[in-house]
Nanobody
Framework: QVQIVESGGGLVQPGGSLRLSCVAS????????WAWYRQPPGKERELVAT??????VTYVDSVKGRFTFFRDSAKKVFLQMNGLEPEDTAVYLC???????????????WGQGTRVTVSS
């Protein structure tokens, strides 16, 4: 089994920063592709950023220049969020994809999410 756990959320003032982390554990060798999604209150889930096995990163336009998605290890990634705005308030969810295991690849595992609130 594979578990995905996010952490690092919290309450921050506009203009502040947070660093979210996402860790994969269990019977796996590595995670080759990752994504962060977010779901604002009362709204649909949206894709925030992706990181593929070639370390290419993509961002939704609204976070470009403010968020940085990077790999710490084969099983851990971070989302550095600077210049936070009230519109960034959401539950942030990590998706692990292309998971290498002894029994073959797994796809599309999700964490439970970490809440980010940007408010003065």
């Amino acid at each position: 089994q594979v578990q995905i756990v996010e952490s690092g959320g919290g309450l921050v003032q506009p203009g502040g920063s947070l660093r979210l982390s996402c860790v994969a554990s269990g019977n796996l060798f590595s995670v080759n592709a990752w994504a962060w999604y977010r779901q604002p209150p009362g709204k649909e889930r949206e894709l925030v950023a992706t990181l593929n096995d070639g370390n290419t990163v993509t961002y939704v336009d609204s976070v470009k220049g403010r968020f940085t998605f990077f790999r710490d290890s084969a099983k851990k990634v971070f989302l550095q969020m600077n210049g936070l705005e009230p519109e960034d308030t959401a539950v942030y969810l990590c998706q692990a994809d292309q998971i290498a295991t002894r029994n073959g690849p797994l796809y599309n595992y999700w964490g439970q999410g970490t809440r980010v609130t940007v408010s003065s």
